[in-house]
């Protein structure tokens, strides 16, 4: 369960992932879709409930050092473009299996010019499980198998050839 007064993302090692001094806000959205594909006579059919990876937005502070703050826009670029994962705590819940996938800045005089807040947009990885296995394809009767073109065949040719040397060794030993 999570700790009731903990806020934090972290990365794989369980420290924060950036140097942000404060989260702001975080929110998230659970969706999911339902199929549908359409039939004939314009009808659709559908079927199963499949749920979406969860996306999760968090707001970020950063105070007024220019050098962290770029440091951390650095740092959180790189999660952007990498793919390593993050987990992000709240008092309800924990997030696991997190991954980047963009973020916004701000700058205003009403949080004051110096300090910047960063919106992370997080989406979750799932994993599925692929089982695969080789088939192999082998026929009740051999001359069910398809004909295959293997090119062009020249028996005509080597049927006369080897006519033709048998009549010359023929020729040889007989004189």
Known sequence: MADSTAWAV???SYNPFCAYDSIDEISDSNDATVPSEPQENGRLYTYN???QPITVNVKLLFGGDFAMQNDALA???RYRTGTALLTVVT???VYTNMALTGYSTTRSSTN???MLEVQCVLQEILNAQVNTQTVQWA???PTSADN???GQVQ???IESMAAGTANAIGRVFNG
Do not use: M, Q, S, Y
């Open 75 to 77: 740092r959180i670029e």
């Open 148 to 150: 295959t073109n293997r």
């Open 155 to 157: 028996t005509n040719k």
């Open 10 to 12: 972290l990365d794989t």
């Open 91 to 93: 008092p309800a819940r």
């Open 112 to 114: 004051g010019a110096c």
């Open 49 to 51: 409930k499949v749920a």
């Open 139 to 141: 026929p009740k009767n």
